[in-house]
Nanobody, 125 residues
Framework: ELQLLESGGNLVQPGESLRLSCASS????????MAWVRQAPGKEREWVSS????????KYADSVKGRFTISRDNAKGTLYLQMNNLTPEDTGVYYC??????????????????GGQGTQVTVSS
């Protein structure tokens, strides 16, 4: 059974940084593209970033480009999201998800597979 355990969320002030982690189990992590998705209170889930199976190709939402960096350690089965210069608009629950592909990243959100409870990120002064 696919499981994804997100961690690293916290309450931080604007301008600060956080690093999220997503530990995987129950599937062959290294052959699947992965992504981070977030959900702000009262809003729908929003795609944040994706990375292909090998880690050499990444994509970012315009709202986080230049501030967030997605990465993965296939040996550890773990996905990361380094978030710098956080703003209140980054507040939400962050989820990691598996894409139904190895290298193709233009996948609709509804085709993602989730396996965890998410981790809360709150940016507030």
């Amino acid at each position: 059974e696919l499981q994804l355990l997100e961690s690293g969320g916290n309450l931080v002030q604007p301008g600060e940084s956080l690093r999220l982690s997503c530990a995987s189990s129950g599937f062959s992590f290294s052959i699947w593209a992965m992504a981070w998705v977030r959900q702000a209170p009262g809003k729908e889930r929003e795609w944040v970033s994706s990375i292909n199976a090998g880690g050499g190709t990444t994509k970012y939402a315009d709202s986080v480009k230049g501030r967030f960096t997605i990465s993965r350690d296939n040996a550890k089965g773990t996905l990361y999201l380094q978030m710098n210069n956080l703003t209140p608009e980054d507040t939400g629950v962050y989820y990691c998800a598996r894409l139904p592909s190895t290298d193709w990243l233009d996948v609709p959100l509804h085709e993602y597979t989730y396996g965890g409870q998410g981790t809360q990120v709150t940016v507030s002064s």
